[in-house]
T-cell receptor, first 117, second 114 residues
Framework: AQKITQTQPGMFVQEKEAVTLDCTYD???????LFWYKQPSSGEMIFLIY??????QNATEGRYSLNFQKARKSANLVISASQLGDSAMYFC??????????????FGKGTLLTVNP | GAGVSQSPRYKVAKRGQDVALRCDPI?????LFWYQQALGQGPEFLTY????????KSGLPSDRFFAERPEGSVSTLKIQRTQQEDSAVYLC????????????FGPGTRLTVL
C-alpha cells in the first residue's frame, strides 16, 4: 500500500484564487512528520511547510497552510491568493517516527499545479 | 546563505560508463541524503550520512551504486557501469541534524544513460 497518496495528477487555478492540494498518508506510528515541497521546472525541491503529528494547530507559512486532519490521515496544502509563480509540481512527504529516530522521507507522486492568468 | 549545490546539473553517459555526482550541503549541516527521482515520480531514498558515517544505504538499487562523504561535508554518489534504468534525477538534501530534520534539497543532477 502506498504510504503517501496524492490523488490529483493535475490541478488548475485562476490567479488570485485559493487552491487545495490533497494528500493522504498511511502510518501506524503515533509520532511522524508531514512535509510539502514545491518543484518548479528547474528541478529544485523547495521546502514549503511542516506539520508534526502532535501539533495541535495547523501549520501556516505565509500563503501556505496545511489542513491537518489526523483522524482522516489527511494533510492537504492550501495555497491562498495563487500567483503565476506558483505553477509547479507539489509533493507531499512523510517522515515516520519522531524526529531523530527516522530520517527517510517517503514522497507521493505529486500534483502538477497550473495557475492561469 | 548558500543552499545545497550539486554538480554537474546534467550528465549524459554511454551505457557502461562510470559517473560521479557531487553534492555540497549547506554549511554546518550534519545530515546528508541522496534520493533518486524517476521521470513523473516522487523522489525515492537512496542513502544517508551523518557526518562522514554512512548510516543507511538500504535504498541503493544495486552494488553498482556507491556513495561517500569522507570529510563530513561534500558527498559523491558514484555509479559504475551505468545502465539505461539508471537514468533519473539524483537529488541531494541536507539537514542541520536529526532533530531539526527539515531536509533542504539541491537542484539535482539529471543523468541520461544512452
Amino acid at each position: 500500500a502506498q504510504k503517501i497518496t496524492q490523488t490529483q495528477p493535475g490541478m488548475f487555478v485562476q490567479e488570485k484564487e485559493a487552491v487545495t492540494l490533497d494528500c493522504t498518508y498511511d502510518t501506524s506510528d503515533q509520532s511522524y512528520g508531514l512535509f510539502w515541497y514545491k518543484q518548479p521546472s528547474s528541478g529544485e525541491m523547495i521546502f514549503l511547510i511542516y506539520q508534526g503529528s502532535y501539533d495541535e494547530q495547523n501549520a501556516t507559512e505565509g500563503r501556505y497552510s496545511l489542513n491537518f486532519q489526523k483522524a482522516r490521515k489527511s494533510a492537504n496544502l492550501v495555497i491562498s491568493a495563487s500567483q503565476l509563480g506558483d505553477s509547479a509540481m507539489y509533493f507531499c512527504a512523510m517522515r515516520e517516527g519522531p524526529g531523530g529516530s527516522n530520517y527517510k522521507l517517503t514522497f507521493g507522486k505529486g500534483t502538477l499545479l497550473t495557475v492561469n492568468p | 546563505g548558500a543552499g545545497v549545490s550539486q554538480s554537474p546539473r546534467y550528465k549524459v553517459a554511454k551505457r557502461g560508463q562510470d559517473v560521479a555526482l557531487r553534492c555540497d550541503p549547506i554549511s554546518g549541516h550534519v545530515s546528508l541524503f541522496w534520493y533518486q527521482q524517476a521521470l513523473g515520480q516522487g523522489p525515492e531514498f537512496l542513502t544517508y550520512f551523518q557526518n562522514e558515517a554512512q548510516l543507511d544505504k538500504s535504498g541503493l538499487p544495486s552494488d553498482r551504486f556507491f556513495a561517500e562523504r569522507p570529510e563530513g561535508s561534500v558527498s559523491t554518489l558514484k555509479i559504475q557501469r551505468t545502465q539505461q534504468e539508471d537514468s533519473a534525477v539524483y537529488l541531494c538534501a541536507s539537514s542541520l541534524d536529526l532533530v531539526e530534520d527539515t531536509q533542504y534539497f539541491g537542484p539535482g543532477t539529471r543523468l541520461t544513460v544512452l
